[in-house]
């Protein structure tokens, strides 16, 4: 029987490439869509039930376009046959809606659905940042991962996230298994597209209630309603003295983040810029004569803007956490490291605040201890319902850690989201600016203007905010150009 050029070359010729049909899964979507539900679904095996019937309800009550990215992984311990045979098939449920092709949602944001990752993949972002080139990208996954990509200055800095997953979870007997299995994420990502900007959320289901919360709805299998109040707001640092306008607006005024969704808790980071003090200004004569030409040296009057900040927004009902953090830490270093003969301007404010640390200082069976001269201010204001947390100073809503700054790591390392991520909590951090997900870890961006005298170059910095919902569930709320939401 005589063979085909093309045959005897795949049976010989070792370069011969053999191009694997690939099927290709989208279709047409509805014109001018302004909403998107995006998750992830393993190859066979089966839909979470309720998980599925609250993303529908979602779908119809948003008037979304669900697109659902096929995943591939062969599991040969897997309860479901089909997933011990690698079957190129999906869930019945999900085959109206599977999607594997790379499309731009719109001009800043791309699905990258033909970007296949292994369920088990511990860091599933890693290595993609730059494959959306300027915009953000959405990656489908079981695991949920969040990260801000720096990019070049007068950019927006992009995000780049993972989908979270619609199916079951479906593990090898492994290690890799076995963790997969635990970062296992029943989640979707919420798009809301206004032209060239977008409102991108992670919404989480809860097994509990069997339902999902987006900002004050609540979706379950049935329907939608009010959701119950939010535990807590963690804003992206404060800064009061460089806190930009229309991201104070945003969340404070007149249908407002903080007017609409009524969290019972604000949680304050880096409250004090301490502008004033800075030690990275010392030795600096410019900075020292823009600020005696601005009056923005004097210690006392920034200290008392930061209270009166916080005190303005704290109401009966609504009460404000502060947060032990760096920049409220400047107020310390300068009492320790500066000569009040040098400085008229601050003189009897230093010798006040040094006399109260010395009053307040003892020994320990651990050392040394003595007043963190931020809180002591605060504390003596006596803002209503508002407290000042200490350090290592713990403060927990719905099992979630949230008096972490997240500038300390562990063993005295400096913090950040990736050595904080697995400390047996979940926790939601601000200090970096750049949002994030990672692990049992929330990062929080930064309330201030996006660009500031020291971040030169390249930044992540985004103007970011997490919500702590009444479930327990975490949500980021991204504020670009003084909108919070589509």
Partial sequence: MSRTLDEFKEAHDPTYKILAPTTVYSRELAAGAKRYLITAAQNATPVHKAWWRVLRTMTKKLGAELLVIPMRYKNPTSQWSGSQQNAEHWATEVRPFLWNVRHALNQNLTVLADLKIQPTAASPLSGAEAVSLESSGI???????????????????????????????????????????????????????????????????????????????????????RAPRPLALSMGDTHVDAICPVVEQATFGD??????????????????????????????????????????????????????FVAKRTTKDIKSVVVGSNHNDMLRRWIVSNDWRRDPVNAEFYLETA????????????????????????????????????????????????????????????????????????????????????????????STRLQLEYNHGASSWLNAHVLLHADGKRQHIFIVSGSWRG
Avoid at 143 to 150: E, M, N, T, V
Avoid at 404 to 424: E, F, K, V
Wanted: hydrophobic residues 35%; charged residues 20%; proline residues 4%.
């Fill in 255 to 308: 249908g407002g983040i903080v007017d609409t969704l009524n969290p019972q808790y604000l949680i304050w980071h880096d409250l004090l810029d301490s502008y004033s003090v800075n030690p990275h200004h010392d030795g600096n004569p410019f900075n020292a004569v823009a600020k005696r030409q601005s009056g923005t040296d004097d210690a006392r009057a920034e200290v008392q803007r930061a209270i009166e």
């Fill in 355 to 446: 006399l109260a640390m010395v009053r307040g200082t003892k020994m320990t069976g651990k050392g040394t201890e003595y007043p963190d001269p931020f809180a002591y201010w605060f504390r003596q204001a006596v803002v209503p319902n508002s407290r000042v947390l200490d350090v290592d100073e713990s403060f927990m809503l719905g099992g979630v850690e949230l008096g972490m700054h997240g500038d300390q790591g562990p063993n005295g390392a400096r913090g950040s989201i990736h050595n904080l991520r697995r400390i047996g909590v979940k926790s939601i951090l601000g200090h970096s600016h750049a949002a994030g997900i990672d692990e049992g870890a929330y990062q929080a961006g930064t």
């Fill in 139 to 225: 990656i489908g996954h079981t695991k949920l991962q969040l990260r801000s990509i720096p990019t070049a200055p007068g950019r927006m800095a992009k995000l780049l996230t993972t989908s979270g997953a619609c199916t079951e979870a479906n593990y090898t007997d492994s290690r890799a298994g076995r963790i997969g299995e635990f970062h296992h994420s029943l989640s979707a990502i919420l798009v809301e597209v206004d032209g060239k900007r977008f409102y991108m959320r992670p919404v989480h289901f809860d097994a509990k209630t069997k339902s999902c919360t987006d900002l004050e709805t609540r979706y379950t299998e049935k329907g939608s309603g």
